[in-house]
């Protein structure tokens, strides 16, 4: 990153384009590293999330100690838990900001994938046992459709969330465009400042842009149903 002979006074303006077009490189490797850590720990969290969601949607047995397991990891203060990781994963790899970023994850969509399970129709599940489908065809075929509407809602929570965590992970020497918030913070300079808490929303909104989009094409019967709700209503 550039280095400015002095960042005090009228030296350092509000934001300053030189400095992008500067550190465009830099930035853009922030910003390809930002993505990486967001969308890798949000496809973990989804992969470990879906199958135990759905034993805890099957047994309360299950369902207490995974929420409660879920629950423990997400209120646990990520500085505090990048501390406990260091020891055994090393500072500065993938492997410590993944498992946090990871964690993080779990509560909101267990949360919401149960959710979307106990809220698919008993007729449904019905229907599907005439039809002579077994438990496992009736959970791909009926139950895990009907209840992606939640868990899309989920997903987008989660990656909203971890797209803001991935800043924090620049105390352990990755952070993506948390690399540019430091940096800024560190030698007085609001550009690199700006240009990290501008691309992290605009990472965002465009993350969840990208989720809306592939709802709409994989669970079409919601909008159809939120279409008569609204004309219903109109009525």
């Given amino acids: 990153m550039a280095v400015l ?28 590293q ?20 759905v034993l805890a949607s099957r047994s309360r047995l299950v369902r207490v100690p995974v929420f409660g397991v879920a629950s423990l990891l997400y209120i646990i203060p990520s500085l505090a838990l990048f ?24 509560l909101i969509m267990i949360w919401n994938t149960v959710a979307g399970l106990d809220a698919v129709p008993g007729d449904a599940r019905e229907a599907a046992t005439a039809l002579g489908y077994s438990p496992s065809a009736s959970l791909l075929r009926v139950d895990l459709p009907l209840a992606l509407p939640f868990i899309f809602a989920g997903l987008r929570v989660a990656m909203a969330t971890v797209i803001g965590l991935v800043t924090v992970t620049a105390l352990i020497g990755l952070g993506g465009l948390g690399q540019q918030i430091t940096y800024g913070f560190t030698i007085g300079y609001n550009t690199p400042i700006i240009v990290g808490l501008v691309l992290s929303v605009a990472l965002a909104a465009v993350a969840d842009l990208l989720l809306v989009g592939a709802e709409r094409l994989l669970v079409p019967w919601s909008r159809r149903r939120r279409r008569r709700r609204r004309a219903g209503g109109a009525a």
């Fill in 34 to 53: 930002h993505v990486a850590l967001s969308v890798l720990a949000v496809a973990i969290g989804a992969a470990i999330s879906i199958p135990l969601a």
């Fill in 83 to 106: 501390v406990f990781l260091i020891p055994y994963t090393g500072i500065g790899t993938y492997t410590t900001a993944e498992i946090a970023l990871v964690g993080y994850t779990l």
């Fill in 5 to 32: 002979p002095t960042v005090a006074g009228t030296t350092n303006p509000f934001f300053r384009w030189g400095y992008v077009r500067q550190d465009w490189s830099q930035i853009q490797g922030d910003l390809v």
